[in-house]
């Protein structure tokens, strides 16, 4: 769980982030609310929202990224 603030909203807003591990079989499709998928990599953390770049720090870290 990774909590940081919440990026376009006002000071103090927090978000707090939830994430997991799976295998997946099959391809992987943007559908509804999600409008594009892309692949990252460490060099892009400057691309991502701050409390994400904590995700990135902690992944590259583990050497996950």
Request: with cysteine.
């Amino acid at each position: 769980t990774f909590e940081g603030p919440a990026e376009g909203y006002p000071s103090g807003v927090m978000v707090r982030l939830h994430c997991f591990f799976a295998h997946y079989g099959g391809e992987l499709c943007p559908s509804t609310e999600i409008k594009e998928m892309v692949w990252l990599s460490y060099r892009d953390i400057k691309m991502v929202a701050e409390t994400d770049q904590l995700i990135f720090e902690f992944l590259k870290k583990k050497n996950w990224l």
